[in-house]
């Protein structure tokens, strides 16, 4: 009802292909949408830009027919969709391309397209009229790929555009692009930002969503920021700059806390302290070759670079999780032998905080206070015996220092992903490490935990560890490094230590 | 501050108390059980409490009792050791074989450390050969088993040695040597379970064997030394069916995992690992003891008991899953 309201009181100058209305989606107690409007007209494409979390894949998530809204209305070319019901989604025009590709790489190109739903005449599959509309769908895309090619032999680019076939195929009037371009690379990126202005001429409304801010600037016509749940606010492309972008993404009190934490934490100026870890001729067999690293104490370096690109493989091995890993690594400048199994690179201060907090960080069953003791049970232990009362002073004392908000006895599997988080960089700061590696340590927590964490990394280092950051959030890693090494397929190909040199653009640019 | 957190903690937990029974319920429901049981026996079976009739039930329940012990230790890591039973009759026939033959320490000795060495076999296949546990020890407690029938040529061994059947069938006092014997086993597995930092290592495993390995435990011994804990246990129970029978045959043991399985499962052991405590087993085996001692005293038939007990565990497995999913969420 109050959506067919709002509609009525727009001034109606173009025709809308999606008018989103109070739309609200609650997950028990958390609002993952909170009373959101978007009108969305038909043929431009529309940029949907926010932090993980903000609020895009539920929104997304709805559009698809993926999940059913709490409350509010989407209208689709005027008229209301079939919640939580995907080929209601579908049969209104909606299709949607997930960062994720669904290719079966057995079959061509061809029956990758018509997965599902084969063209038929009389109840018979039809190869001439597939073929026939194949061919519209590669000339609409303005891309030449061979119908009977096995799809398991094409490139990503060319799956990414079977899977827009797919899309399209139903007469789609609103193509939904979630990350097209993670897994690209550079020339495929543009041809595939040309199909999208292609798809646009065509007539194709489009949702694009990326984190890739130049892209968006590139590609859209406007532009939607989300954060926590709520819209800021809808604007032309002409009123964008990546710094507003930026601004009103994160918030004007967290952009302004992020540039506080890049300015107090980067001092090139101070000499770095002693060195603390040497590793060279690093090589992981099919992942990474060769690479070099030196951590001095005090220092965070940052690890660039794209998913792929072995940037955790290599910490993997700096951590003896890599069997077949080879390499030679100094510790205080003394020779050591190379790590191939987890404990021993504990004994020599190496802790790593894996990237999966869940599977591979933590024992979800557990409290917070076992979980902290486990890593370093020789000093709770007297006779073999666990010491209840040490370990729960041990577990006390880190939790309050790493901002824990709920008690040690908490299960693991009731906190919030950011106080997980911070049990976890409990846990292995319990080993009094040299050297600390976190991956990804701010993947899906709320952005004011993240800038929380980011201080903790910076005090720590600050105290004398040497500490190495991998985060797909690259504006992070700037943030807090002071040298970043970047990897591109396996090898190291740049190391920025100049204030000046480290920014998201020399990171990217080093990596193709 | 540490007393005041304290206090705060015990009243959220006292209210916790008072709000949720239900979730007590769920937690606790095996207790309520056993004591809906024993009621129940009390009622059926006038002579059920005395105390003779008690003596009797931990005399019968000792041989899985203690068995039960070194399967939780397994089933807490997630793992499950089916070849107790082919361990268990092989140190049976072992003992016998040789009791009369050399010092009853050396003879003790000797079956233990076969015990032990069957369960490290198992751990071995486990850990460092990849075998998916159930598979690995159904096939090496049939393997035992063989040896033990080729070894005896499937022919009971007899023994002569009065001082053999101590164990088995002597008593202290008015209680006989096994019930100590299992209240032994059942004090120190807990103890090791609940207080000790290997016992904590091996729920962490149970948990997440990943984050536990990432974490420098040493998660291939660990979960060995659980199998050898089984195969130790299962020794224990050989040699005290030998010495209370005065006799080791080789074909004692083919169905009795299954009855060491349902002591852990009744109790509430997930069969998923990381949750599970001895009391639980405790309390599953004397279940088990209680219903088949009611119903021998009752003279049911022992196929009705076969068909009961397993309606028993699929109903604990069940309330156990229903409980689960309840308290998670």
Redesign the interface.
């Known amino acids: 009802m109050s959506g067919g309201a709002v509609a009525e009181a727009a001034p109606v100058k173009k025709e809308m292909a999606i008018e989103i209305s109070e739309l609200i989606k609650s997950y028990g107690g958390f609002r993952a949408l909170n009373g959101v409007n978007i009108d969305i007209q038909r043929g431009e494409i529309h940029s949907l830009v926010g932090q993980n979390g903000a609020g895009k894949s539920t929104l997304l998530g709805i559009l698809s027919g993926r999940t059913a809204p709490s409350e509010g209305s989407v209208r689709i070319f005027g008229s209301e969709l079939h919640y939580g019901d995907p080929r209601s989604s579908r049969k209104l025009g909606v299709a949607t391309i997930y960062q994720e590709l669904t290719i079966a790489p057995n079959l061509s190109a061809l029956e990758n397209v018509f997965l599902g739903q084969l063209l038929s005449v009389k109840g018979f599959i039809s190869r001439k009229r597939m073929t026939k509309r194949y061919m519209e769908l590669c000339a609409l895309m303005g891309v030449n790929i061979s119908p009977l090619q096995r799809a398991g032999n094409m490139s990503i680019a060319d799956q990414q555009m079977l899977e827009i076939m797919r899309g399209l195929q139903l007469d789609a009037g609103i193509l939904i692009l979630d990350e097209p371009t993670a897994s690209l690379a550079p020339p495929e990126r543009k041809s595939l930002l040309k199909t999208i202005k292609t798809l646009q001429a065509g007539g194709i409304t489009i949702i694009y969503v990326s984190h890739h801010l130049d892209e968006v600037l590139e590609l859209s016509d406007s532009v939607t920021i989300l954060r926590n749940g709520e819209k800021i606010v809808t604007q032309p492309r002409a009123y964008w700059t990546k710094d507003k972008l930026v601004s009103s993404m994160l918030g004007a009190e967290v952009a302004e806390e992020i540039v506080r934490v890049t300015q107090e934490t980067r001092h090139e100026d101070a000499a770095p302290g002693p060195e603390l870890l040497r590793a060279t001729g690093v090589t992981v067999p099919g992942a990474i070759e060769d690479i070099a690293i030196t951590l001095h104490a005090g220092e965070i370096v940052g690890i660039g670079g794209l998913v792929g690109s072995g940037r955790t493989t290599l910490v993997r091995a700096l ?1 003896g ?1 890599e069997p077949k890993s080879t390499g030679s690594l100094w510790i205080e400048g003394k020779q050591v032998k190379w790590p191939r199994e ?2 021993y690179p ?1 004994s020599l201060g190496i802790a ?1 905080a ?1 990237e999966d907090r869940k ?8 409290s917070c206070e ?2 902290i ?3 370093n ?2 000093q ?2 007297k006779l ?3 010491r209840k009362a040490k370990a729960g002073h041990i577990a ?1 004392g880190l939790s309050k220092r790493f901002g824990l908000t709920r ?1 040690i ?1 908490t299960l693991c ?1 009731n906190l919030s992903g950011g106080n997980q988080q911070k049990v976890l960089l409990a ?1 292995v700061c319990n080993l009094r490490p040299k050297v600390l590696i976190v991956d990804e340590p701010t993947r899906g927590i709320d952005i004011g935990v993240k800038v929380e964490v980011l201080k903790i990394l910076r005090q720590l280092a600050n105290e004398g560890m040497a500490i190495v950051i991998i985060s797909s959030e690259l504006e992070e890693v700037i943030a807090v490094s002071n040298r970043v090494l970047v990897l591109s397929k396996g090898r190291l190909v740049k190391e920025l230590s100049q204030r000046s040199e480290i920014s998201v653009d020399h990171i990217l640019q080093a990596t193709f | 501050m540490s007393t005041l957190g304290n206090q705060l903690n015990l009243n959220t937990e006292r209210q916790g108390l008072f709000k949720n029974m239900n979730s007590l319920m769920l937690r606790y429901g095996v207790v309520v059980a056993f004591i809906v049981v024993v009621g129940l026996s009390a009622i059926l079976y006038p002579g059920f409490l005395r105390p003779a009739n008690l003596l009797n039930i931990f005399s019968q329940l000792a041989i899985v009792g203690i068995m039960s012990i070194g399967m939780t230790f397994v089933m807490i890591t997630g793992g499950l050791d089916m070849s107790v039973g082919g361990i268990y009759a092989l140190c049976a026939t072992l003992i016998a074989s040789y009791a009369d033959s050399m010092p009853l320490p050396v003879a003790f000795a000797i079956t233990l450390v076969v015990g032990l060495a069957a369960g490290l076999i198992n751990g071995m296949l486990v850990t460092r050969l990849r075998v998916p546990p159930f598979v690995a020890t159904l096939g090496t407690g049939s393997v035992f088993t063989g040896i033990a029938l080729i070894y005896s040529n499937a022919q009971p061994f007899f023994v002569q040695k009065e001082s053999f059947q101590w164990m088995g069938s002597g008593e202290l006092g008015a209680i006989p040597v096994a019930v100590f014997l299992l209240f032994l086993v059942y004090v120190v597995g807990a103890i090791v379970l609940a207080f000790t930092t290997y016992g904590r290592s091996l729920y962490a495993l149970g948990g997440n064997k990943e984050a536990s390995r990432l974490s420098g435990l040493r998660v291939n011994w660990l979960i060995s030394s659980t199998y050898g804990l089984s195969g130790l246990c299962a020794a224990v129970s050989g040699i005290l069916i030998a010495s209370r029978l005065g006799q080791g045959q080789a074909n004692i043991g083919e169905t009795i995992a299954l009855d060491v399985i349902a002591a852990v499962v009744i109790g509430g052991t997930s069969l998923s690992g990381g949750e599970g405590a001895i009391w639980r087993t405790i309390v599953g085996g004397c279940i088990l003891a209680v219903l088949s001692n009611v119903f021998d005293s009752l003279s049911l038939s022992p196929y009705w008991q076969s068909v009961f007990k397993g309606c028993i565990i699929i109903g604990a497995v069940m309330f156990d899953y229903y409980a689960r999913t309840k308290t998670q969420t």
Do not use: T, W
């Open positions: 951590a999780l987890p404990g504990m790593l894996p599977h591979q960080g933590l024992v979800l069953g557990m076992d979980n003791n486990m890593v049970f020789s709770v232990k073999g015996f666990y006390d008690p006895h599997r846990k």
